[in-house]
Structures are given as C-alpha cells and as structure tokens.
C-alpha cells in the first residue's frame, strides 16, 4: 500500500512540475505599445505641456521637460528673429506674451492619430497625425488692421510705445482666435528601439529622426 502511494505521489510530483514548466514556456511576450501611442505623447508634449504621457514611453522626465523646454526656445527665437528683420524694436518679455497667447491656443486643438503601417520584424512603421492648426496669417491681418487704428486714434504716440503694443495686441489676438475647421495631415516615420524604462530594456516605438519628427508636429501646428 505504502509503495503504491510514493509511486502515486511520484507521478503527481511528476505532472505538476510538467505543467509548471509548460506555464513558464508560454509565458506571454510583453506587449509594445502601437506607434500612434508615442506619436500622440509628443503631440500632446507640444500642444499641451504634457510631459506624463512621453514618459510612460521610454524617455525620462528630465528628457520630456527638456524637449518642452526646447520647443518653447526654439518657437520663440524663430518668432524674434522674424519680427525683429524691421528693426530691434521688440523685447524679450513682451514676446514671452506672445508664446504664452499660443501654447494656450494650441491646447484646444483636436486632433486624430492613427498607426499607418507597422512591421515589427523590419522595425519600421508610419503613423499618421492630423491636426487643427493656428491661423497666424489671419491674426497678422487683424493686427495690422489695429495698430493703424492705434496710431490713427493717438493710442500710439511714440515710436518706442509700438513693440509693446504690437506683442501685446498679438497675445490677445492669439488668445481670441479660434482653431482653423480643417485638420491638416502629416505622415511620421518611426523606428522600433531598445530603451530603458524602470533600469529595464524594452522595446519601443520610437521617431525614426527626432528632428525631423519634432518639425513635422511643429508645422502642423500653425497656419501661415
């Protein structure tokens, strides 16, 4: 009887460690998330100042605020080096008004993203983003419009008052404006990559160019 019961025992000691081995075998692959995931976290880096979504992607936060951080830079040497071709009759702070006006415009544009193609074994994939955009060139034309009526009306009386008037009549334009109906459309290309999250090596949708990518978003974005 005894013998019986160890034989018995053996062959469920037997069974579980072959299902246990199976289970380990079949372990599920972890999943990655689909491209249109990080394309979205930059768009709503750049739209929003959201930097939460960009992390959960494989980039540190310290990465996500200095890409933020460089965009607002980037948008604001680009804007004092167009307005000021007249003449340095702009400051530095007054233009901070400026950039202020649209990162809050952008943040009530709606969007659409969708994952184009994907293929995991070449690593390659394209999303494609759509987007409201800003309408500067409708904006210029009102501003225009108001500063002859400034100066017309005497608002204006001395050339060094225009700068500051102009910015600041801008911001509030920027503000007042509403986002274009029409979404227009780009295509991102993405690369498959290695990171680090959590001091883990993971697998990760990534831009193809960073460059590249973070201009295309940027054109979108505006409406000349």
């Given at each position: 009887?005894?013998?019986?019961?160890?034989?018995?025992?053996?062959?469920?000691?037997?069974?579980?460690l072959?299902?246990?081995?199976a289970?380990?075998?079949c372990?599920?692959?972890?999943?990655?998330?689909?491209?249109?995931?990080?394309?979205?976290a930059?768009?709503l880096?750049?739209?929003?100042?959201?930097?939460?979504?960009?992390?959960k992607?494989?980039?540190?936060?310290?990465?996500?605020?200095?890409?933020?951080?460089?965009?607002k830079?980037?948008?604001?040497?680009?804007?004092?080096?167009?307005?000021n071709?007249?003449?340095?009759?702009?400051?530095?702070?007054?233009?901070d008004?400026?950039?202020?006006?649209l990162?809050?415009s952008?943040?009530?544009?709606?969007?659409?993203?969708?994952t184009?193609?994907?293929?995991?074994?070449?690593?390659?994939?394209t999303?494609?983003?759509?987007?409201?955009?800003?309408?500067?060139s409708?904006?210029?034309s009102?501003?225009?419009?108001?500063?002859?009526?400034?100066?017309?009306?005497?608002?204006?009386?001395?050339q060094?008052?225009?700068?500051?008037?102009?910015?600041?009549?801008?911001?509030?334009?920027?503000?007042?404006t509403k986002?274009?109906?029409e979404?227009?459309?780009?295509?991102?290309?993405?690369?498959?990559?290695?990171?680090?999250?959590?001091?883990k090596?993971?697998?990760?949708?990534?831009?193809?160019?960073n460059?590249?990518?973070e201009?295309?978003?940027?054109?979108?974005l505006?409406?000349?």
């Amino acid at each position: 009887m005894k013998r019986q019961m160890k034989k018995k025992l053996a062959v469920l000691l037997s069974l579980v460690l072959i299902v246990s081995l199976a289970l380990a075998g079949c372990k599920k692959k972890e999943e990655i998330p689909e491209p249109d995931k990080l394309a979205e976290a930059y768009y709503l880096l750049f739209t929003r100042g959201n930097t939460k979504e960009i992390v959960k992607y494989g980039h540190t936060e310290a990465e996500a605020k200095k890409a933020l951080n460089t965009y607002k830079t980037s948008m604001k040497s680009s804007f004092m080096t167009s307005a000021n071709t007249a003449g340095n009759i702009f400051k530095s702070e007054d233009a901070d008004k400026v950039i202020d006006a649209l990162l809050h415009s952008l943040s009530k544009l709606k969007y659409e993203v969708k994952t184009d193609e994907k293929d995991e074994k070449e690593g390659t994939a394209t999303v494609i983003l759509k987007s409201q955009s800003v309408n500067l060139s409708e904006i210029q034309s009102k501003l225009m419009a108001n500063v002859r009526k400034a100066a017309a009306s005497g608002k204006i009386t001395d050339q060094s008052q225009i700068g500051t008037y102009v910015l600041t009549e801008m911001a509030k334009l920027i503000k007042e404006t509403k986002p274009t109906k029409e979404m227009k459309e780009t295509t991102l290309k993405m690369k498959l990559k290695k990171v680090k999250i959590n001091k883990k090596e993971v697998e990760r949708w990534m831009p193809e160019n960073n460059y590249t990518f973070e201009m295309q978003i940027g054109r979108l974005l505006i409406s000349q």
